[in-house]
C-alpha cells in the first residue's frame, strides 16, 4: 500500500533533516508522527519515527541526569508560543507585563531582564504565551538566547522608534537573526526552521518617532513596520497581528449526543486535518476514527467528512469512534 505522505509530512522530515539540537530532532519528530496518514502502508514509517523519538527520550534523560536546569528554555504552554527580541530600553518587558500581567523586570537601565520571563496573553477564547527575553546588541549576546528563539513559534522584533538608534536596532537585530537563520530576510521566502515575525515600532507617541518613521520608511521600504504607542494600552489590533502570525485555527470538540464545547478549543496549525484533530484530542482516536461529522466551514451543519478534510477557524468537530 503506497504511503500518500502529506506535504506537512515532508515539510517536518525536512526540519528534522536540519535539526540540530535533540529538543529540535524531537519536536520535528513529533510533527512527523501527527501528520502522517495512518494506514497500513505507513505502519513501519510510524514505527521507526516512534523508535527514534524514544531513543531521543532516553538520550535526553541521560543528559538531564547530567547536566544542569537550563534558564533559557522556556517550556511551551497555550495556543502557541511568541518570543520577543530586540536591543536594551525598547519597551519588550513594559510590552510583556502589559498583555500578559506577568512580573518582568521594568527598569530605565539596560539589561534588567537576565532570563526569559513567560507570560500568558489572553485572546478572545485562547491564552497565547508571549516571552521577554535579554536584550541583544552587536557587542553582547546573552548565551542561551538562539535557544529560546528557535524554540519560539514566532517572533515579535521589538525597536524604540523614539531614539536616533532605530535604525540601529531595526539593522542590528534583522542581521543576527537572519545570518543565524532564525528568521529570513525581508522579502525572502520562510525556509523550512525559521520563523515568522513582526517588527514592532515602539513608542510610537513619543516626539520625534513619526519622523524616524518616515526614515525608516525611507530607507528600508522592504520592511514592514507595526506602530504602537508605549503610553497606551496594547491595542486589540495587536493580538488580531500575533494570533495571524501563528497561523493556528481553534477547533471545538462535541460528544455525540451533546452541545459543543465552545469554552476551550483545540488548536492547529493551519491545514490541520480531521485525523490531527483526532490525534490532538487523543493518541489513540486516529486508529479508532470511524466517522467525523462538521460544523462550520462543510456544506451543511453535522456533515460527515473524510479523515482528510482540511479544517477551518472555529469549525466544530464530532469524532465518532
Not at 525598547?90 to 523586570?105: H, I, N, P
Not at 481553534?250 to 483545540?266: A, L, N, V
Amino acid at each position: 500500500m503506497p504511503a500518500n505522505l502529506t506535504p506537512q509530512y515532508h515539510e517536518a522530515e525536512e526540519k528534522f533533516k536540519e535539526a540540530e539540537t535533540p529538543e529540535e530532532k524531537a519536536a520535528a519528530l513529533k510533527e512527523m508522527l501527527s501528520t502522517i496518514p495512518k494506514h497500513k502502508g505507513t505502519e513501519k514509517l510510524q514505527a521507526d519515527i516512534k523508535r527514534r523519538l524514544a531513543a531521543l527520550k532516553k538520550e535526553s534523560q541521560k543528559k538531564k541526569a547530567r547536566s544542569t536546569f537550563n534558564p533559557f528554555h522556556v517550556e511551551k504552554q497555550g495556543a502557541g508560543q511568541v518570543v520577543l527580541a530586540g536591543y536594551p530600553n525598547v519597551g519588550k518587558s513594559t510590552l510583556v507585563a502589559s498583555l500578559t500581567r506577568a512580573r518582568t523586570r521594568v527598569a530605565d537601565y539596560p539589561f534588567s531582564t537576565t532570563v526569559p520571563i513567560a507570560g500568558m496573553m489572553p485572546y478572545e477564547d485562547i491564552l497565547i504565551q508571549l516571552v521577554d527575553t535579554p536584550p541583544i546588541t552587536e557587542e553582547v549576546v546573552p548565551p542561551g538566547i538562539l535557544m529560546t528563539y528557535r524554540g519560539g513559534d514566532a517572533l515579535l522584533i521589538v525597536i524604540d522608534v523614539h531614539t536616533g538608534a532605530c535604525l540601529e536596532q531595526l539593522e542590528g537585530c534583522l542581521g543576527f537573526l537572519t545570518e543565524k537563520r532564525v528568521i529570513s530576510g525581508p522579502g525572502e521566502p520562510p525556509g523550512p526552521r525559521t520563523l515568522p515575525y513582526l517588527i514592532l515600532a515602539n513608542k510610537a507617541d513619543l516626539p520625534g518617532s513619526a519622523e524616524n518613521m518616515e526614515v525608516l520608511r525611507e530607507l528600508r521600504p522592504d520592511v514592514k513596520l507595526v506602530s504602537l504607542s508605549s503610553r497606551d494600552e496594547p491595542q486589540e489590533a495587536l493580538k488580531n497581528k500575533i494570533f495571524a502570525m501563528l497561523d493556528v485555527v481553534r477547533i471545538y470538540s462535541k460528544t455525540p449526543g451533546k452541545p459543543p464545547d465552545m469554552e476551550k478549543p483545540f488548536t492547529l496549525k493551519r491545514g490541520g486535518t480531521v485525523l490531527d484533530f483526532a490525534n490532538a484530542v487523543h493518541r489513540e482516536f486516529p486508529e479508532r476514527l470511524k466517522n467525523a461529522l462538521v460544523w462550520g466551514s462543510s456544506r451543511f451543519d453535522g456533515q460527515a467528512v473524510p479523515r482528510d478534510y482540511v479544517l477551518q477557524d472555529r469549525d466544530i468537530v464530532e469524532l465518532q469512534v
